[in-house]
Every structure is written in C-alpha cells, then in structure tokens.
C-alpha cells in the first residue's frame, strides 16, 4: 500500500547533538512532501515543505531536510538539537493524483536531554 | 495560533452515543480536512471538503459522516461510538485544494469513549 514511514518511533538525545529523522514514502509519482512538529500540548506546525526545486529545504528553527529522489527519503536534520526541540515530528506526502490526501507517517517523539 | 478553532477541546462520552465535532477554518480558507490521531494509528486522513463540497475521502469509518456549511465551519459526527475511537481528533485548513497548499492544523479535540 502506498504509506509514508518513519523508521524511529523514539529518539533521545542530548544537547548540542546532531538529529537525523528518516522519512520514506512509496508514492511513484510526483509527490510533495513536508515535515510538521508537534510539541506537547500543541497543534501540528509546519517545519518545511519540499514541492520542487532545490532538493535541500531549509525550514524554520535551523531544520532542514533532504528531497532525494532515488531513494524515495526526505530526512530531516538539525546540526545541533535544543531542549526546546523535544516534540513530534510527522513526515507527510502530497502525492499528485490521489485526491487531496495528506499522507501523514507514524512519526517519530524526540526526547532532547538537557 | 493556527487561526484554525477545534471545539470542544475535550470530550468524555459513553459507548453508544453520539457526538459532533466543529471546527472553524482559517480566515479565508476554503478548504477542511479531518484527521485521527490515537496511539497504534497515528495520524489517519479521515476525510476533506471544499467549498462545502466532498473531496476526498480516507479510512473513515461508515459511523462518521462530516459536513462543511456555507459559513465554511465543518463538523464531524461520530455514532454508535465504542472505546476505540478514543482519539484525537484535528482538523486543518487551507485556501484551496491540490499538492502544493499547506494545510494548517487546530488543537484537536480529545475524544474519550468509556
């Protein structure tokens, strides 16, 4: 079935570490994908979103994530995480011609170590 | 603020009973989706409208039905509800359809079944 995985359920670090969140969809077509956050207590914000162009998509908060094509992936990444970044993180798809559905994965809970 | 307004917040119902969910879209926006979030399903598209017309349709269960009225403001009803549907549910907006709008997301409400 066309889904969209998210490959950690948990992730803990400390501060100051680097974060990489894997992200993989299986739509074969053109796809527009996004990375929302939801922190605790708190609607789904969006971070970033990739529709075309540049495959490396800077967000806010310092995020970025990387569209690579042949892999199906759109990782996100933050050189250095913060305490304040402990949240979910929810990748998604917008696949063309799939009648205006936004695609969400599992997502993955951050756990930032003071 | 996403602009978009969930109410209730929160809600404890009985199995058997029935319940309605409203959401307000953003100013401006014509466009309303429905999402479940519970623990072993994450976030499932439920079902989208546009301008008070249906646009597409996910895993909603044949209980559910949802409207958008003229005013724009959506509701979803939920019926016969038994313990699973426990959840959270979001609604999001956006100004129109298609894979390049970004959809923004209320609070939610938490519906618990007992």
């Known amino acids: 079935a066309q889904s969209v995985s998210q490959h950690n359920h948990h992730v803990i670090l400390s501060e100051a570490a680097s974060l990489e969140l894997g992200c993989n969809y299986s739509y074969g077509g053109t796809v527009n994908l996004f990375w929302y956050v939801q922190y605790p207590g708190q609607h789904l914000q969006l971070l970033l979103k990739y529709f075309s162009g540049d495959p490396l998509v800077k967000g806010i908060k310092g995020f970025e994530a990387e569209f690579i094509k042949s892999k199906f992936s759109f990782n996100l990444r933050k050189p250095s995480v913060q305490w304040s970044d402990t949240a979910e993180y929810f990748c998604?798809?917008?696949?063309?011609?799939?009648?205006?559905?936004?695609?969400f994965g599992q997502g993955t809970e951050l756990s930032v170590k003071p | 603020d996403s602009g978009v307004t969930q109410t209730p917040k929160h809600l404890i119902t009985a199995t058997g009973q029935r319940v309605t969910l409203r959401c307000s879209p953003r100013s401006g926006d014509l466009s309303v989706y429905w999402y479940q979030q519970s623990l072993d399903q994450g976030l499932q598209f439920l079902i989208q409208?546009?301008?008070?017309?249906?646009?597409a349709k996910g895993n909603i269960l044949e209980r559910f039905s949802a409207q958008q009225f003229p005013d724009l403001h959506s509701e979803l009803n939920l019926s016969s509800l038994e313990l699973g549907d426990s959840a959270l549910y979001f609604c999001a907006s956006s100004v129109a359809v298609g894979a390049n709008t970004e959809a923004f997301f209320g609070q939610g409400t938490r519906l618990t079944v007992v």
């Open positions: 409208y546009y301008n008070g017309e249906e646009r």
């Open positions: 998604a798809a917008y696949p063309y011609n799939q009648g205006g559905k936004l695609i």
